[in-house]
T-cell receptor, first 117, second 117 residues
Framework: GAGVSQSPRYKVAKRGQDVALRCDPI?????LFWYQQALGQGPEFLTY????????KSGLPSDRFFAERPEGSVSTLKIQRTQQEDSAVYLC???????????????FGPGTRLTVL | AQTVTQSQPEMSVQEAETVTLSCTYD???????LFWYKQPPSRQMILVIR??????QNATENRFSVNFQKAAKSFSLKISDSQLGDAAMYFC??????????????FGKGITLSVRP
């Protein structure tokens, strides 16, 4: 029964570099969310997966951001050509069921702190 | 679009005393869910309490209770018998009803609670 894990916990990138952030949800969880949390702010929704299907990517700030969950378990958030404004903590959350079912708890990972220099 | 407002950036409480954290929200939906999350300095977001909008009875979880005023769109969190371990950032969050809707959470900016020994 491990919780949601994310790696790396900290990432420093030079402006223009590409980065990949990984999320391992709780085993068997159908739903997976990515949120972006700027310093001193609340998390903001980026994208949502139900199994391997990306059902909502309305929160992705630009086409430099790309997320995938090819086998319906592990997910990767990729940011291309990083900019300073991408500096934030990226949180991943998973929940047992998919949308349309009773509300179930979202379990959050510890986040990846991305710093773009 | 739904919005969540937490207007108090910081609050402080004496150990063993009671503190109330405020939250207001705006929505045109009639069915939704409200949450309070706790985020300790380690950054793992933890669910504290949740309230279904269709329920008139205020939710309670041990020392944590809410005052849900649907007409006023207000959702405050009361922490009784405050403990040092309650010190954290607290986020109020909104989620649409699950039927056919995205399960994403909309967060407020958060409030930093400190507990004085």
């Amino acid at each position: 029964g491990a919780g949601v894990s994310q790696s790396p916990r900290y990432k420093v990138a030079k402006r223009g570099q590409d980065v990949a952030l990984r999320c391992d949800p709780i085993s068997g969880h159908v739903s997976l969310f990515w949120y972006q949390q700027a310093l001193g702010q609340g998390p903001e929704f980026l994208t949502y997966f139900q199994n391997e299907a990306q059902l909502d990517k309305s929160g992705l700030p630009s086409d430099r951001f790309f997320a995938e969950r090819p086998e319906g378990s592990v997910s990767t958030l990729k940011i291309q050509r990083t900019q300073q404004e991408d500096s934030a903590v990226y949180l991943c959350a998973s929940s047992l069921k998919g949308t349309g079912f009773n509300v179930d708890e979202q379990f959050f990972g510890p986040g990846t702190r991305l710093t773009v220099l | 679009a739904q919005t969540v407002t937490q207007s108090q950036p910081e609050m402080s409480v004496q150990e063993a005393e009671t503190v109330t954290l405020s939250c207001t929200y705006d929505t045109s939906e009639s069915d939704y869910y409200l949450f309070w999350y706790k985020q300790p300095p380690s950054r793992q977001m933890i669910l504290v309490i949740r309230q279904e909008a269709y329920k008139q009875q205020n939710a309670t979880e041990n020392r944590f209770s809410v005052n849900f005023q649907k007409a006023a769109k207000s959702f405050s969190l009361k922490i009784s018998d405050s403990q040092l371990g309650d010190a954290a950032m607290y986020f109020c969050a909104y989620r649409s009803a699950p039927t056919g809707a995205n399960s994403k959470l909309t967060f407020g900016k958060g409030i930093t609670l400190s507990v004085r020994p």
